[in-house]
């Protein structure tokens, strides 16, 4: 399983993935020399929002567009035979696909948040005291780890969900409903109160099911609240992890039961 | 050599798309649509559509909104000046309910009256109700309600009570209380509002509230450098036994070193009729606040 990850990132790096790094710093940059006469005084708070969204983004641009190739490449340019030859079983190939991406998608953000924090501490150092004093938190507030890691943690949700995906259908396939049920995780508490809005019983225990069945992405957010200075419990964090331990999980167990059972002759 | 002559044409092509759209602009100006619209008006829509990136979707609203107000301020736009300045801080705010420089920006230049401002106290009002609904331990929002209706509505009794209900949220200045009881004893006149704005110079956060403080500040004193011009006016008719023409007859008379001009350096008009002071129709301190004229 470890070479197994250890190629994934490999591959990764060789498909230029990293070059959103420089993307994204160059972001960063412009946007934060560009806004600073747009926003009256409000530049350090845009460029926390547009650097934790751009983070946010990216991540899960690599999560979807690698994840829904990690099984489906491999069968369509017929290296799985070899790999299949190999003395690796088959879920432990689905586990290092896994692990590989999601060590490709903790060094991107590892240095995104680097860069991010990199940004806002020479901001900081550069606004005379009497504008940071208008500032509802510090410009590299600390705090702001919380809703990285939380990014971090839904985007290992999304990447076990491409991979689910990629173990039965085609890259296109997977990504489209990779993405469908990224955007429908945001709408959980919608379903979940879909019973105050119908009159029939039975659509809203269905709404409440599939409010607990879809992940739900919406609990991970927490930008917008840290960038006021608002504090997040750890144990909100704590709860999420293991809620997004869980799922992920789940899915790449039902990844692995399905790659265990196709026939690749 | 083939890829010498690919560059080429590349830069060929780029270079000419320039030129073409320079002519283009040129030739027929701009006919794209500017139309002054927001395509969405409910923030809950916008939200939901925003997914997880709903910060951010009010960063750009929050831009929009300075560059709306910004825009109109600068240019006249003919007809529906600053229409769009309460909806688009409406949904900035309904995007992201804890973002404190719109309500306070917001609701200050949406009470502003023209041509600063479309002098709407009402919709100041709403949007900081709306933020004190979001966040019901911020003092500044009553305050800055508080002072809104101090200042341009010259209502004291509704004034007097915000600033009240501000003092009583934890973390406010201790000032608040005792202007507030002033308030209510003397009304309005000069040295209350001198010394309230004061206040808010010396604990304004932001940039934008310092200078509408100090602009707020130059009225006061244009309005007591107005009343001084109108008392030598006066001594001048008196002694002399007419009316001067102009301000060159007072400046020729030793009355005066030079053309008087109020705090933002714009020339005082004299009106001749009854020697009297104004402020230049071009001076950025009007309108002056009437109660306080005299």
């Known amino acids: ?265 | 050599m083939r890829r010498h002559r690919a560059v080429v044409a590349l830069v060929v092509l780029a270079a000419g798309s320039v030129a073409l759209q320079a002519a283009r602009d040129a030739r027929y100006g701009t006919i794209a649509d500017d139309a002054r619209m927001m395509y969405l008006q409910s923030g809950e829509v916008a939200g939901r559509l925003a997914l997880e990136y709903d910060a951010l979707a009010a960063d750009l609203y929050w831009i929009r909104a300075v560059l709306h107000y910004g825009g109109d301020r600068l240019h006249d736009p003919g007809t529906g000046r600053y229409e769009l300045l309460y909806p688009l801080l409406d949904l900035t705010t309904s995007l992201d309910p804890l973002f404190q420089i719109a309500y306070r920006f917001g609701a200050v230049f949406l009470a502003e009256p023209p041509p600063g401002g479309p002098g709407r106290l009402d919709q100041a009002e709403t949007l900081l109700k709306k933020g004190m609904a979001a966040s019901p331990g911020k003092w500044q929002y009553p305050h800055d309600l508080g002072f809104l209706y101090y200042w341009q509505a010259r209502d004291y009794e509704t004034a007097a009570s915000w600033f009240q209900h501000a003092a009583g949220i934890p973390g406010a200045p201790e000032w608040l209380g005792p202007v507030a009881a002033g308030m209510l004893a003397r009304g309005g006149n000069r040295e209350q509002s001198r010394d309230l704005l004061m206040r808010i110079l010396q604990d304004a956060d932001h940039d934008w509230l310092r200078q509408v403080a100090t602009r707020w500040l130059r009225q006061l004193d244009a309005l007591d450098q107005m009343d001084r011009l109108d008392e030598m006016l006066a001594e001048y008719v008196r002694r002399a036994g007419r009316r001067p023409a102009s301000w060159l007859e007072l400046i020729r008379a030793g009355w005066l070193p030079g053309i008087p001009a109020d705090p933002a350096g714009y020339p005082y008009t004299l009106n001749t009729t009854w020697s009297t002071t104004r402020l230049s129709p071009d001076s950025p301190l009007n309108p002056l606040p009437e109660e306080l004229a005299r």
């Open chain 1, 1 to 265: 399983m470890y070479h197994v990850a250890l190629h994934v990132f490999k591959e990764s790096v060789r498909d230029k993935v990293l070059y959103n790094l420089v993307l994204f710093a160059v972001l960063l940059m412009a946007v934060s020399f560009l806004i600073g006469q747009l926003t009256a005084g409000q530049d350090v708070k845009i460029i926390k929002d547009l650097g934790l969204a751009a983070i946010s983004v990216f991540g899960l641009f690599i999560a979807i567009f690698i994840g829904i190739g990690l099984v489906s490449k491999e069968v369509e340019k017929r290296s799985i035979y070899a790999l299949l030859a190999k003395p690796v079983r088959r879920q432990e190939l689905v586990a290092g696909k896994f692990v590989g991406l999601a060590l490709t998608l903790a060094i991107n953000i590892a240095i995104m948040a680097a860069v991010y924090f990199a940004m806002l501490a020479y901001y900081g150092w550069t606004e005379p005291e009497t504008v940071q004093r208008a500032w509802e938190a510090p410009a590299a507030d600390p705090r702001l780890l919380k809703p990285i890691v939380l990014i971090y943690l839904q985007l290992l949700i999304v990447n076990a969900i491409a991979l689910f995906f990629s173990t039965f259908t085609s890259p296109l396939m997977a990504a489209a409903f990779s993405l469908g049920l990224w955007v429908a995780g945001h709408f959980n508490a919608d379903l979940r109160a879909f019973d105050t809005v119908v009159d029939a019983p039975a659509a809203g225990a269905l709404g409440t099911a599939l409010s607990y069945i879809l992940p739900n992405f919406a609990s991970f957010d927490v930008k917008s609240v840290v960038v006021h200075g608002q504090d997040v419990p750890l144990g909100f964090i704590g709860m999420n992890a293991a809620y997004a331990a869980l799922y992920i999980g789940a899915l790449v167990i039902a990844s692995a039961m399905i790659f265990a059972r196709r026939d690749f002759k």
